[in-house]
């Protein structure tokens, strides 16, 4: 049975209940005012314990003010505190469910300019989903805004994302301002979405904040504003490091189609974009470590059950995983993975005559391998892997890792003669000679590479460094730019 303190803090989860101090609350309110906002009506749309509402109702002296919260506790102890107080006439608290309220015909009964104002719970579709909660939109059309997240597919989406959504399109034509707290990525997906519908956006920022401080919790996290204004379409966002920050550290924003991570640096360097004559790699994708990596321990393997290991040589080879090239542990290599296929949809029941040990092993573990979830091994032959190819054994390898913040290309060669594999977090250029990983590890390496990337990538991304970045570079193209002509030769 589940105890209720489990219960009390998966609501809290559910219901992303984690009130803003009123510091913070305070220090945003007097942003506001400083960039000369100056609101006649305000939404805190799920005001919790009311720490805008209360910095609010200091800093703006005339406005009218709305609060709303789902849960009634907070709305009636929220008034109680509010009765003592004069000023508080102009305040109107409401119990109320986001999903249900109609914020377009709130926002049209106000007085111009409105400010929107709060922390929307932080948590997601899938979070909520496995706590088995309801805290989410009923018929939300969660595929159309995951229109913006093409690349992955997902169905997940943040419930915070939804909501400011829900704000923006209903203050989308008035005057106003939209001032949240969410996470960057959430920001980041705002402003696109607002320019793929065209939402009348005069201007907007991202201030970051320290999660951990305000929060404990560890997520990149900021204060988006976004000011509207009628026949405005202005989709780029200056991000500061700092609220009192007053030059931004990078400004972002849909350019020549695209989602930029740095406008200026992607301007600067643009003509470097291409498909290029190289193809970046992702590393093997098995799902089925515990089986598939091997630790050598003083010439024995050990797999992730701790079990001894005894197969034949021809199926193992060294690898590294994400952490070991984002440390530069790339010397002394450990771990081994079986790779049980030289090209996708290999049949691998010839493994059986060529390398009986490593049948046997597979065989006695196949119920793992019959477990894993992905479809994409569905109807294929047995204990198949993805991102494999006659690139996977080029003996010469330039690599990255996806996960880690450093833009650090690493050179691997072979060890003990064989080909170096990665895991699926890692990105590589297979090379034919150690002189033309050389060539392609410098130029990786050189600055004008590294700003190119810098133009694209989003540090507090899961994964900052995709394929998809990395083929955007043209090394064609770059190599003249930076003197050295000779990369034609390879190719
Ligand atoms: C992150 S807290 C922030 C509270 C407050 N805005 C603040 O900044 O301190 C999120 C708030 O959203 C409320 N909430 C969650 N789901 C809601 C819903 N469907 N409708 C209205 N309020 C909701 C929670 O009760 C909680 O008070």
């Known amino acids: 049975m589940i105890s209720v303190k489990k219960r009390i803090n998966q609501k809290k989860v559910e219901f992303g209940d984690f009130q803003t101090p009123i510091e913070l609350a305070a220090k945003i309110v007097n942003h506001l005012k400083e960039m000369k906002i100056t609101p006649a009506s305000i939404i805190e749309p799920t005001c919790g314990t009311g720490s805008f509402i ?53 926002i049209r009964e106000l007085t111009e300019p409105v400010l929107i104002l709060g922390n929307p719970p932080w948590v997601t579709s899938s979070g909520i989903s496995v706590l088995g909660g309801t805290n989410i939109p009923e018929k939300c059309n969660i595929y159309s805004y995951q229109g913006l997240d093409t690349k992955t597919g997902k169905s997940n989406f ?79 966002s200056q991000v500061y490091e700092k609220f009192d920050s007053t030059n931004p550290i990078q400004e972002i924003g849909y350019i020549d189609e695209r989602m ?31 089986v598939m990596e091997l630790k050598r321990k003083e010439n024995r393997f050990l797999n992730g059950f701790g079990t001894n290991v005894t197969i034949e040589d021809d199926y193992i080879y060294p690898m590294l995983k994400s952490s070991d090239l984002a440390n530069d542990r790339t010397k002394n290599i450990e771990r081994w993975m079986i790779v049980t296929q030289k090209s996708i949809g290999e049949d691998t029941s010839t493994i059986q005559q060529k390398a009986p040990l490593t049948w046997e092993y597979l065989e006695k573990n196949a119920h793992l391998f019959e477990n ?32 880690y913040k450093d833009l650090k290309f690493r050179l691997i060669g072979p060890f003990e003669k064989k080909p170096v594999v990665f895991d699926d977090t890692c990105y590589f250029i297979p090379a034919k000679s150690l002189e033309e990983a050389s060539m392609l590890h410098s130029i990786l390496n050189h600055p004008i590479a590294h700003e190119f990337y810098h133009s694209f990538i989003y540090w507090d991304a899961k994964r900052p460094i995709t394929k998809q970045i990395l083929q955007q570079l043209d090394l064609k193209k770059l190599c003249p730019e930076i003197g050295y002509p000779r990369l034609l030769d390879f190719k």
């Open 54 to 106: 209360i910095a609010s109702l200091k800093s703006f002296s005339d406005a009218k003010i709305l609060g709303f919260d789902v849960n009634s506790k907070y709305i009636n102890s929220l008034s109680e505190q509010l009765t003592q107080d004069n000023t508080s006439k102009r305040v109107e608290l409401h119990q109320a469910d986001f999903f249900k309220t109609d914020w377009q015909e709130k």
């Open 372 to 403: 894993r979830a992905s479809s994409i091994y569905w109807n294929r032959p047995q204990y198949s892997i993805f991102g494999v190819g006659s690139y996977t054994f080029s003996p010469w390898k330039v690599a990255i890792s996806g996960f």
């Open 260 to 290: 930029v991570a740095n406008i200026s640096l992607y301007k600067k360097w643009k003509h470097l974009l291409g498909e290029g004559t190289y193809v970046w790699r992702s590393g093997i994708k098995h799902d089925c470590a515990r």
């Open 158 to 236: 943040d419930i915070s994302e939804w909501m400011i959504i829900e704000l923006l399109k209903a203050l989308n034509g008035h005057l106003g301002t939209l001032a949240m707290l969410c996470k960057v990525t959430v920001a980041r997906k705002i402003l696109m979405y607002a320019k793929k519908e065209k939402l009348m956006v005069f201007s907007s920022k991202i201030h970051l904040i320290d999660a951990k401080e305000y929060f404990d919790a560890s997520v990149d996290a900021c204060l988006f504003i976004c000011n509207l204004r009628p026949e405005s379409h202005n989709y780029y």
